[in-house]
C-alpha cells in the first residue's frame, strides 16, 4: 500500500501538485515584499478588464436616468437572499440512472466572463476574503513540483480583478487556507524534494495578513507538512507533519494571528482528524506503532485535545482499523468508520464508551461525514474490483440507527453543504446529488473524466464544477441537479472561490498563466465594486 497522508478535514483550497517539464520558468516581475512590508502597486500586462453589469436590469432594480455629466449610472440591489430548498420529489431520478451529459446543459448559457487577470507563475488554488474584497492565488515556479519551484501569493483585488502584487513564500507549496475571523492566510510550503523527488522537509507554513498581502511570519517545519485545519473559535491552526523526531507524526499548533508556535504534540501515523468548533475539543485518531525511541509498543486510542492549548484532555479507545471519524457535539457521540467488513460504532464523546455497533456490509469507507441541520451521519462504501460501485447509508446521528441505504451509485468522495441540504459523492466522471433531509437521491450527473470537488453558491443556487480535464467549468442547479451550463475558461483550471458579496466566481487557470473571474448567475449582475472597508474581526 503507498503511502497515505492524514485525512483532515479542512476548509481550504487544496492543491493539486503535478504537471509537465519544460515550461517557462518563473520570473520576477511581481515585486516580492519583506516581513511586514505592504505590497506595492503594479503591473501584470494585458488583461481583460471587467464587462458591465449586464444589460437587462432586475426587476427589483432601478435606473437612473442619465445626466449630461457621464454615463448613465445602474443601482444594483442587493444580493437576494437564498431561495428556499425543498425536496425536488417530481425531478429526482432513479437510483442507477443517469442525469444529463457535460455536453447537453439544459439551460441557456448564463456564466459570463467578466474579468480575466494574468497570473506570473502557474495558480493552482485560491481564496477570497470577503470582508477584504482580496482574492489569494496560490502560484508556482513550474507546472513540475518535483523541479523545487517557488512559490508566491498573488492578491487580486476582487472588485476590479487588478493584480495588487505578489509575496514570495516557500518551495512547493501544498495548500492555502483563508482564516477570516483572525485575518490571516496560511500557506503549507513541502519544501525541497530530495534525491528521489520526494517531499520530506524542511518546509514552512507562511503567514500573511489578509489585508495587505504582506508575510506576517514564517513558521519552520522539521518535515514537509501535510495538511492544515482551523479551530476558528479559539483562534488556533493546527499543522500535521508525517513523520518527526522517530515517532510516526506532529500536530504543531499555532496561534492564528501571529503564527506562533504553541504546543507540538507527537502521536501516531495517518491521524483522521475532526476539531469541534462548538466545545473547542480536536479529535485525533492514532493507529498502533512501535515507538522508536521508548521502544514500547503503542495501542490505538483517540486523543481528545483541547483546541486552544493543544493539550490532552483525555484518550478513548480505539480499534486498529479504525479509520474514518465524526462527531456530533449536540448529542456528544462519535462515529467511527472500520473497513471490510464495513461497521460503525457510535460511542460517548465524554466517556468513550462504546453504545452501538452498526453493521453496514463489505467494502471499504470512501467517506463519513455528519450533518447536523437534518441530524443525519452519511458513510460512503466503496466494493471491490469485481463490484466498484458505492453504497451511501444513512444513519440517525444521535441514536445511531441505520435509516436508509442507497445503493449502485458511483464511487466518489462525500461531500456535504449544511446550509442547502446537499450532499455530493464526487467520482471520476460522475456525481452523484443527494438530498440530506430526505436521504434521497436527486440526481446522477455524468460530467465526463475527472471533475473537481463541488462549490456551492446559495444566492446564486448553483454548484460549480471545474474539469481540468475538459477545461472547462461545469454548472449545476442546485435543486434539481441537474447540468445547466458548461463554461470553457483554458487550460487546467484547478482552484475555485466565490465572493457571494457580489456573486462572483474565481477560477484559477494553471496552464493558461490566468484567473478568471466570472459572474455567478445570481440575482444581479456582477458589477464593478469599490473595496469595503474593513469591518471588524471580533
Not at 91 to 107: D, E, V
Not at 425 to 436: A, C, F, I, K
Not at 440 to 455: K, S, W
Not at 503 to 513: A, I, P
Amino acid at each position: 500500500m503507498g503511502r497515505r497522508y492524514p485525512r483532515l478535514a479542512v476548509a481550504s483550497a487544496l492543491l493539486i501538485l503535478g504537471g509537465l517539464a519544460g515550461m517557462p520558468a518563473f520570473s520576477a516581475d511581481h515585486p516580492v515584499v519583506a516581513r511586514g512590508a505592504s505590497l506595492a502597486p503594479l503591473t501584470t500586462g494585458p488583461r481583460t478588464p471587467c464587462l458591465p453589469p449586464a444589460p437587462t436590469v432586475p426587476p427589483t432594480a432601478t435606473a437612473v436616468p442619465p445626466t449630461p455629466a457621464g454615463p448613465t449610472p445602474t443601482v444594483v440591489p442587493p444580493r437576494q437572499p437564498p431561495p428556499t430548498y425543498a425536496p425536488p420529489p417530481s425531478t429526482a431520478t432513479p437510483l442507477g440512472a443517469w442525469g444529463p451529459g457535460a455536453s447537453t446543459p439544459s439551460a441557456p448559457a448564463t456564466v459570463r466572463v467578466l474579468c480575466v487577470s494574468p497570473i506570473n507563475g502557474y495558480p493552482y488554488a485560491i481564496a477570497v476574503d470577503q470582508t477584504t474584497a482580496r482574492a489569494f492565488v496560490l502560484t508556482m515556479a513550474s507546472p513540475d513540483p518535483t523541479m523545487g519551484g517557488a512559490g508566491s501569493v498573488s492578491v487580486l483585488d476582487a472588485a476590479t480583478g487588478d493584480v495588487l502584487g505578489a509575496t514570495a513564500v516557500g518551495l512547493n507549496p501544498r495548500s492555502i487556507t483563508l482564516d477570516e475571523r483572525a485575518g490571516r492566510v496560511f500557506v503549507l510550503n513541502a519544501g525541497p524534494p530530495n534525491a528521489s523527488r520526494d517531499f520530506r522537509g524542511p518546509g514552512s507554513v507562511s503567514v500573511l495578513d489578509a489585508t495587505t498581502g504582506a508575510l506576517v511570519a514564517t513558521v519552520p517545519l522539521p518535515v514537509s507538512p501535510t495538511s492544515l485545519m482551523l479551530a476558528v473559535q479559539a483562534g488556533r491552526v493546527f499543522v500535521y507533519t508525517p513523520v518527526a523526531t522517530g515517532r510516526k507524526g506532529a500536530l504543531y499548533v499555532l496561534d492564528a494571528t501571529t503564527g506562533a508556535l504553541l504546543r507540538t504534540t507527537y502521536m501516531h501515523m495517518n491521524p483522521w482528524v475532526q476539531i469541534d468548533q462548538r466545545t473547542g475539543r480536536v479529535y485525533v485518531t492514532n493507529e498502533p506503532y512501535r515507538d522508536l525511541v521508548t521502544r514500547k509498543n503503542v495501542r490505538s486510542s483517540i486523543s481528545v485535545l483541547d483546541a486552544a492549548t493543544g493539550r490532552l484532555v483525555r484518550s478513548l479507545p480505539f480499534g486498529p482499523q479504525d479509520q474514518l471519524l465524526a462527531v456530533n457535539s449536540q448529542a456528544g457521540r462519535l462515529f467511527v468508520y472500520t473497513p471490510d467488513p464495513s461497521r460503525l460504532r457510535v460511542l460517548d464523546a465524554a466517556t468513550g464508551a462504546l453504545l452501538r455497533t452498526i453493521r453496514l456490509g463489505t467494502g471499504f469507507g470512501g467517506g463519513l461525514a455528519l450533518d447536523a441541520a437534518t441530524n443525519h451521519v452519511f458513510v460512503v462504501t466503496v466494493g471491490n474490483y469485481l463490484n466498484p460501485r458505492a453504497r451511501v447509508s444513512v444513519l440517525n446521528a444521535t441514536t445511531g440507527q441505520l435509516l436508509r441505504t442507497l445503493a449502485n451509485l458511483p464511487p466518489g468522495g462525500l461531500t456535504i453543504n449544511t446550509d442547502v441540504r446537499r450532499a455530493f459523492v464526487s467520482g471520476q466522471e460522475d456525481v452523484s446529488v443527494l438530498d440530506t433531509a430526505t436521504a434521497t437521491v436527486v440526481r446522477i450527473v455524468h460530467l465526463g473524466e475527472y471533475p473537481g470537488q463541488p462549490l456551492v453558491d446559495r444566492a446564486s443556487n448553483r454548484v460549480f464544477i471545474a474539469n481540468s480535464k475538459q477545461d472547462v467549468i461545469q454548472v449545476l442547479d442546485l435543486t434539481t441537479g441537474a447540468l445547466v451550463d458548461v463554461a470553457p475558461v483554458g487550460h487546467s483550471p484547478h482552484g475555485m472561490a466565490v465572493d457571494e458579496r457580489t456573486g462572483r466566481l474565481f477560477v484559477s487557470v494553471s496552464f493558461s498563466r490566468i484567473v478568471k473571474i466570472l459572474d455567478a448567475g445570481s440575482a444581479h449582475s456582477a458589477a464593478a465594486q469599490p473595496s469595503p472597508a474593513r469591518p471588524s474581526r471580533t
